[in-house]
């Protein structure tokens, strides 16, 4: 059995386990117990809690970068704005 978890996607804890109720298999988390969707094999189990690591992670980086924009955009307003002060009080 392959233990290829990836990482919690609610606190990035690699404490992670396999566990299963009567009929389905579940991924959870030791740290912060979150788990994962059920499913009737362990393997679909592994690939949605995979797949809700992956997605969660890429969510966090394009809020990142969405942000780092937008704040070098301001940064460009506001310097464009001090040139533009500066060359009025040139007249
Ligand atoms: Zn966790």
């Given at each position: 059995m392959g233990s290829s978890f990836k990482h919690c996607p609610y606190c990035s804890s690699h404490l992670i386990r396999s566990g299963h109720t009567l009929f389905n298999y579940y991924?959870?988390?030791?740290?912060?117990?979150?788990s994962g969707p059920k499913n009737r094999?362990?393997?679909?189990?592994?690939?949605?809690?995979?797949?809700l690591s992956e997605t969660v992670i890429r969510a966090t980086q394009v809020q990142g970068n969405d942000l780092l924009?937008?704040?070098m955009k301001m940064e460009n307003s506001v310097?464009?704005?001090?040139?533009?002060l500066n060359t009025s009080q040139l007249d």
């Open positions: 991924i959870q988390c030791t740290s912060c117990q979150a094999s362990l393997e679909g189990a592994v690939l949605h809690w995979n797949e924009t937008r704040i310097h464009q704005l001090e040139v533009e």
